[in-house]
């Protein structure tokens, strides 16, 4: 499983689009950082935690999924791992964790250059650690919050140019929902607000935001009573993921070699 694992992330690194990734994860944070520069702590890194993971680490991940889901196919290998033998489970398992690698990795570099931009502008760095765990966990939050998509993907397993048009549309239907209060204020339940991914999401981010002013205040008050738990959001999320992940293994086995 190890040396599988090494092998997937090193057929990771020879994309381009996983530089292209890397290149991202610095220069988002470092404009975002900029722009945020009269900001304390907490403001810097959240732009890390939400423009950054959710309108460039969630599509990326899906492309990336793409990438690494394809490759076998395209280059008509799959038959030659399995004669190794490798299950076509264990390829799975491995390329999804490829993937929560980069997700996490992908957060932390942004943490890491928000840090720098906040230091040279003698911004304090209050609750550190905090900032810092929270930013990770965001990682973990967005790979589960790709998975479904993923599953979509997986499923049709036809182009690339299908896989860039699911993205889109799953990555815009989830960030616009979050901008409305119809579904961003429900109970827990069976409900969207509840069972897609983002909106879930930032209704526990939103509760760790100290708000500013009066209309930030107001809106704080009113949907502080929306917030979740971490248990409750990474309840919800990792068990929508291990669903993903058991449909994927078993679309994935019916694929012909």
Request: one cysteine or more; hydrophobic letters at 55%.
């Amino acid at each position: 499983m190890r040396n599988l694992l090494l092998s997937e992330m090193k057929k990771f690194k020879r994309k381009k689009i996983f530089l292209f990734g890397l290149l991202a994860a610095i220069i988002f944070p470092l404009f975002n950082a900029v722009l945020l520069s009269d900001s304390n702590f907490a403001s810097v890194q959240s732009g890390v935690r939400e423009d950054n993971a959710f309108l460039l680490l969630m599509p990326l991940l899906i492309i990336l999924a793409a990438n690494l889901f394809f490759v076998e196919q395209d280059n008509d290998t799959l038959k030659n791992l399995l004669c190794i033998p490798v299950s076509k489970n264990q390829l799975v398992l491995v390329k999804l964790l490829v993937l929560l690698i980069f997700s996490v990795a992908f957060q932390l570099m942004g943490f890491a250059v928000s840090t720098a931009i906040a230091v040279s502008q003698n911004i304090p760095l209050t609750d550190f650690a905090f900032q810092l765990t929270l930013t990770a966990s965001s990682g973990i939050l967005m790979w589960a919050a790709a998975l479904p998509c993923i599953v979509l993907v997986v499923w049709f397993n036809k182009s690339y140019i299908l896989s860039v048009i699911i993205v889109f549309f799953y990555t815009l239907l989830n960030y616009v929902m979050h901008f409305s209060d119809a579904i961003m204020m429900q109970p827990l339940g069976i409900n969207a607000g509840t069972l897609m991914p983002v909106p879930m999401i930032f209704r526990w981010l939103y509760q760790f935001y100290t708000p500013t002013g009066q209309i930030q205040t107001e809106f704080y008050n009113r949907f502080s009573q929306y917030f979740v738990p971490s248990s409750v959001c990474f309840g919800v999320l990792l068990l929508e993921a291990a669903v993903c992940i058991y449909l994927m293994i078993r679309i994935y086995r019916r694929r012909e070699i």
